[in-house]
């Protein structure tokens, strides 16, 4: 591991309260923890591991050098702190900002379904967070597409998306785009939840393939709230790929899912 570990659990460490939450949630010692942060001493295979699903990231990826490793998580980079106005995005999507409804209901974790694009005849399984940060909504996906066979599963490709979110009338708009290596953007429209509770939300999610030939698809999506605290580690570990008939995917998704009403050569999701 290199000696960017550190500066790197810190930057991870400062979108939490505390080091000492991250510790706890992790289930490390503070003092160990610190070992770390300060370069004195190096996390076992183990431990990286578990910091690394912690956080959603790969052990190798927090050796990254910093630069990097900041533009890989989505931050700013050496723009950090400066004011948002300065971002022509944030200019462009003000008038959104203003008139969307508040989303304050939704933030949360989510299990996000849908076929995949990339292996059509499979369930991708996605873990979405949703967050309210300086007046606005935005939100993060992590996908593995790695097939889930009932034993271990070989790493395969891995894509962390960032987005903004905004209710817009009654419908939810979701555009987002593959921070690692920024060449797709997506876009989600879900219809929002009437009820008290939050369980699934249906919608639809457009976007390509990403194979050679990067096919733009579309498919139904749901999302599953999963609450505003979760176990991140074992979360985590569900986030693959899935055959449709795989029981660990219920009926009522599979039926969701599979529903594809085309009327007059549109795709429609009710």
């Given amino acids: 591991m290199s000696s960017y570990l550190g500066e790197n659990l810190r930057l991870l460490c400062s979108h939490y309260r505390s080091i000492a939450e991250v510790c706890r949630k992790v289930g490390i010692n503070r003092a160990q923890f610190n070992k770390y942060l300060s370069g004195e001493s190096q996390p076992t295979a ?3 591991k578990r910091i690394g ?3 959603g990231v790969e052990g190798y990826e927090l050796g990254l050098p910093g630069d990097q490793f900041a533009r890989l998580i989505g931050a700013r980079g050496a723009q950090i702190g400066a004011p948002a106005e300065q971002d022509p995005l944030h200019a462009m999507l003000q008038p959104l900002r203003e008139q969307s409804g508040d989303l304050t209901r939704y933030c949360g974790y989510y299990f996000e379904y849908a076929n995949c694009m990339s292996v059509p005849g499979t369930i991708l399984l996605s873990l979405v967070h949703m967050r309210e940060e300086g007046g606005a909504f935005l939100f993060e996906r992590q996908e593995r597409q790695v097939l889930s066979t009932g034993g271990p599963a070989e790493e395969s490709a891995r894509c962390r998306y960032l987005g903004a979110a905004f209710q817009l009338q009654d419908r939810l708009f979701l555009i987002d785009y593959e921070s690692l290596t920024v060449n797709e953007m997506s876009q989600t429209i879900l219809i929002p939840s009437f009820k008290s509770r939050i369980t699934r939300l249906n919608g639809l999610k457009t976007g390509v393939s990403s194979g050679d030939r990067r096919t733009p698809a ?4 749901v999302w599953e709230f999963l609450g505003t605290e979760i176990n991140r580690i074992s979360t985590y570990r569900q986030v693959m790929l899935y055959q449709p008939d795989d029981p660990r995917i219920d009926e009522d998704i599979r039926q969701r899912l599979a ?12």
């Fill in 46 to 48: 183990y431990n990286l």
């Fill in 53 to 55: 699903d912690f956080f």
């Fill in 218 to 221: 579309c498919t139904r999506v």
């Fill in 259 to 270: 529903q594809a009403p085309v009327r007059e050569g549109l795709f429609e999701v009710e």
